[in-house]
């Protein structure tokens, strides 16, 4: 809770997990100074007071026997008078209940908080693993927190959105390392290629014709399809022997010229 200790009079640097929790519970943290056990007796008496009449003197065959031993008590210490507010503690307690506010409905998720940056494929790194974030609501290199816990990975906005949310997506821890876990539903809005217009030389040197890639829903990628085409896989490569290269250097005019002179002598 306390990142680390400071001297008197000095403000407290709480951890930012810690401030948030009471944040979401709607409490205060009041700090007690380092190594004042005295400071908080209230709160101390309570262990001594039940190790003194319940746990004292007795032995116990099992869990529930000491539970019903102390639920057995329990009515008697509420109806004894406490000496520092001097009224009943059953009847204070019923009133210190009904102040207190309603327990959120959602709970708060303890977790490490990361800030991670999205890739091009609208992917964000997270212990050697990969996470999809939706594509229309990102962008190239957007900085979002990853939010991890022992069985989820949320990633959030830094800023909520137009809805007030900052959620962008949750999804199941990768066990390991080198996992792509990702919603193909996030990908909606990527460009696929499948509208950009290629083109291809005239071989008798006239206009370049204009042609569309065809769609490829046979679940092969444009590398498989071009090579599964028969003109892309039966061009013929000529092979020439050493001997053609060895004539052609011998013909060349820059072979046989003589060393050039030195002309700085």
């Known amino acids: 809770m306390v990142r680390r200790h400071v001297a008197p009079g000095l403000a407290v640097p709480l951890h930012p997990e810690a401030v948030a929790f009471a944040g979401h519970y709607d409490f205060d943290i009041d700090v007690l100074a380092a190594y004042r056990p005295t400071g908080k007796g209230r709160v ?14 007795r032995a116990f065959a099992s869990l ?58 609208c992917l964000v790194a997270y212990a050697g693993n990969l996470y999809s974030v939706p594509a229309r609501r990102v962008r190239h290199r957007q900085l979002v927190e990853v939010r991890a816990t022992a069985a989820t990975i949320t990633i959030h906005a830094t800023a909520p959105g137009l ?37 291809t030389g005239d071989p008798d040197g006239g206009q370049p014709t204009t042609r569309r890639p065809a769609r490829h829903d046979s679940g092969q990628g444009p590398l498989q ?30 072979t046989n010229r003589p060393h050039l002179k030195d002309v700085s002598k």
């Open 44 to 57: 101390e008496r309570q262990v001594t007071i039940v190790r003194d009449h319940v746990l004292a003197g």
């Open 64 to 121: 529930a026997e000491l539970d019903a031993t102390f639920l057995a008590w329990v009515p008697q210490r509420r109806a004894v008078r406490h000496r520092t507010h001097g009224e009943i503690i059953g009847v204070r307690a019923v009133r210190d209940h009904a102040a207190l506010r309603p327990v959120p409905a959602r709970a708060y998720v303890v977790a490490d908080r990361h800030l991670r940056h999205v890739g091009k494929d």
């Open 163 to 199: 809805d007030g949310t900052s959620l962008l997506a949750t999804h199941q821890r990768a066990v390991g390392r080198g996992a792509r876990v990702v919603d193909e539903a996030h990908w909606d809005g990527l460009p696929d290629g499948h509208t950009r217009a290629v083109t």
């Open 225 to 254: 399809a071009l090579l599964n085409r028969a003109a892309a896989a039966q061009i013929a490569v000529e092979a020439r022997p050493l001997s053609v290269y060895e004539q052609i250097a011998a013909a060349s005019p820059f």
